[in-house]
């Protein structure tokens, strides 16, 4: 699952991306500045939460601001501290440091419910959120949901990379998609944050989409997902030729339906 470990001088281009509109910020505690977009319009609103070394501008993302500006529906997309146009180092963060952002950008720029659609690592953050405001969330559509990945990563490495990542501090990761650091902070933190090992008391709707050709997230993941949900209003969708990113406009398309299904319950 590694790659090579990360040494000083390596500085990839994971985070690069093409600047979208200049965004409204949201301050935060530590002096730094979440970068989001927000466009105003009728409830139940619409929160897009992106994965891991991911951003605003990507497909997804913006694909739901046009839908959500057609439909007239409030929708809110944000980075991370340490992604996309937000201030930060992407390796000083955390799963529990991205997840606060998301949950302060919920709080602070949302009114009334809110749909949350959480693609891979935003898929974690997305049940985070669900479990501690259960009264905001009107429902969560997950795309390649990652819940708990982080451990997946260190139980995939053997003895001496995982020594190699402890005594180094980070290691790449190569899921197929370009090579991304991961600290072991980052594992460290993604222990305290769990949601996979217990039953996940969220009730509202949910719709999990998700690409049996994906590299990144095996589709099972989803299928363990519903189970732990307690949520009786569960469907989870296996794409048979879809990939992780489900980024084609037939991916959209779906995603697409399965927004208007759940603003209109």
């Known amino acids: 699952m590694l790659d090579c470990l990360?040494?000083?001088e390596e500085r990839t281009s994971y985070l690069m991306s093409v600047p979208d509109t200049t965004p409204q910020w949201l301050e935060r505690p530590d002096g730094n500045r979440v970068a989001y977009h927000r466009r105003s319009g009728k409830g139940p609103g619409v929160v897009f939460l992106g994965g891991y070394a991911s951003d605003m501008t990507g497909t997804k993302a913006q694909y739901l601001d046009s839908w959500c500006e057609r439909a007239g529906r409030a929708y809110l997309r944000l980075d991370y501290l340490g992604h996309g146009q937000s201030t930060g180092a992407f390796e000083d963060g955390t799963l529990g440091c991205w997840a606060d952002d998301a949950l302060a950008a919920l709080d602070a720029l949302t009114e009334g419910p809110q749909i949350l659609v959480g693609s891979s690592m935003g898929?974690?953050?997305?049940l985070l959120l669900a479990l501690a405001r259960p009264e905001r969330i009107a429902g969560l559509i997950g795309i390649a949901a990652a819940p708990d990945f982080s451990q997946d990563i260190?139980?995939?490495m053997d003895r001496e990379q995982q020594?190699?990542?402890v005594a180094q501090g980070k290691a790449m990761l190569d899921e197929g998609h370009g090579a991304f650091p991961v600290t072991h902070a980052f594992i460290?933190?993604?222990r305290r944050h769990l949601?996979?090992?217990?039953?996940?008391a969220i009730d509202v709707p949910v719709r999990l989409l998700q690409g049996m050709q994906d590299?990144?997230?095996p589709w099972p993941t989803a299928q363990a997902i519903a189970d732990r949900l307690n949520s009786d209003d569960v469907v989870v969708t296996l794409i048979k030729d879809g990939d992780h990113r489900l980024s084609r406009d037939e991916d959209l398309a779906r995603l697409g339906h399965v927004v208007e299904e759940l603003v209109g319950t």
Not at 123 to 126: D, F, K, R, V
Not at 195 to 200: E, G, L, N, S, Y
């Open 195 to 200: 949601v996979m090992r217990a039953p996940i």
């Open 188 to 190: 460290e933190d993604g």
């Open 215 to 217: 590299t990144a997230v």
């Open 6 to 8: 990360l040494t000083l």
């Open 123 to 126: 898929g974690w953050i997305m």
């Open 154 to 156: 260190w139980w995939g």
């Open 163 to 165: 020594d190699a990542m």
